[in-house]
């Protein structure tokens, strides 16, 4: 029976090369000269460092740009609030998504039962595998489900025949 799984899986390789990119780039830019302008990347998270909350979306839109240049979806990152940190100095953490989570896997359920289509849909970890008698049916499940979930940047991967 045909199947493939639908995951959320951010190129990690790239986004880190893209944090030392925008690492170097606030280390060479005039308009960081002297500041506490800094990003790191732990695990996966993404945490911005800056004087201000200006300060900290310049070096967000840096961030972005690299990713974009390096073909990573910027969707994949999940902002965090503004937090003040000693003196006047404000942080801010970018959680990279990795996987799908359990309300959106539920949502791609829905989307597949709701459509009427002659596939079936089964959370397995942090993945949802798609299974159906034919290939087309498969191809139309991948554009329901890109539809419904605009907001992440799914991949299809694992096809199975």
Known sequence: MPSFDTVLEPNLVEVKNAVDQ???????????????????????????????????????DILRNKLTKRSVDVRFLEPGKIEKIGGDKVKQVLKVRNGIATEDGKKIQQAIKNSKMKVQAAIQGDAVRITGAKRDDLQAAQALIRKALSELPLSFNNYRD
Do not use: H, M, P, W
């Open 22 to 60: 925008t690492a170097k780039e606030i280390g060479t830019r005039f308009d960081f000269k002297g500041s506490s302008a800094a990003v790191e990347l732990n695990d996966k998270d993404i945490t911005l460092f800056g004087d201000s909350d200006f300060q900290v979306g310049q070096v967000d």
